[in-house]
């Protein structure tokens, strides 16, 4: 089956930048996606990318895939107390499903 | 207000009980989703639905069972669950099940334990 790994925690001062890492195994993966969830709240999409690009970027955050390794990344600039949250790297393939990997917890020291 | 609103929002049940998760969304989309997520596993497919009828069942339990009575609401029925069925059920929807550009609105979820 399709496996997708995070690092459990981050921690990162205020105004420092976060890079939260995922790899994947699936390497027909059509689409990947960065998700954040905060306490209490359910998964809000913050940016994807296609496979078939190597970068995006959308205000603070900066994703990067390199599909050789079967790496993706999130980088969030400028990290903010607000920022403190689970994000979960997920990858999709047949258009039913989502894979997520086990969420990464960024906590945010002042 | 994230338009996907699930409730009750806890549930505390004991095995022998049935209850009732609820989903309810009027974002006009078409497809529907049930998600498990246990602590430090990776979310859980549970069940798909798409234009009200199942396209998906992931090899669940059949003390679930997911009810669809139109695109804009989801259940989840309960009975007889077992201590590891406790967990964070969330409930998602997208515009059409063939676009994952569009990403999943979830709900907040319901906080399930099995005493």
């Known amino acids: 089956g399709e496996d997708v790994e995070q690092s459990l925690f981050l921690s990162v001062r205020e105004g420092d930048s976060s890079v939260i890492n995922c790899t994947y195994t699936?390497?027909?993966?059509?689409?990947l996606y960065w998700y954040k969830q905060e306490p209490g709240a359910g998964l809000q999409l913050l940016t994807y990318?296609?496979?078939?690009?190597d970068m995006k970027q959308d205000q603070r955050l900066t994703v990067l895939l390199n599909k050789k390794d079967k790496h993706l990344s999130l980088r969030i600039a400028d990290t903010q107390t607000g920022d403190s949250a689970i994000y979960f790297c997920?990858?999709?393939?047949?258009?039913?499903?989502?894979?997520f990997g086990s969420g990464t917890k960024l906590n945010v020291k002042p | 207000e994230t338009g996907v609103t699930q409730t009750p929002r806890h549930l505390v049940m004991g095995m022998t009980n049935k209850k009732s998760l609820k989903c309810e969304q009027h974002l006009g989309h078409n497809a529907m989703y049930w998600y498990k997520q246990s602590a430090k596993k990776p979310l859980e497919l549970m069940f798909v639905y798409s234009l009200e009828e199942r396209v998906e069942n992931n090899s669940v339990p059949s003390r679930f069972s997911p009810e669809c009575p139109n695109s804009s609401h989801l259940f989840l029925h309960l009975h007889t669950l077992q201590p590891e069925d406790s967990a964070l059920y969330l409930c998602a929807s997208s515009q059409e099940l063939g676009r994952p550009g569009d990403g999943y609105t979830f709900g907040s979820g319901t906080r399930l334990t099995v005493v």
């Open positions: 997920a990858e999709s393939k047949n258009f039913n499903k989502f894979y």
């Open positions: 990318i296609f496979s078939n690009m």
């Open positions: 699936d390497s027909s993966s059509t689409y």
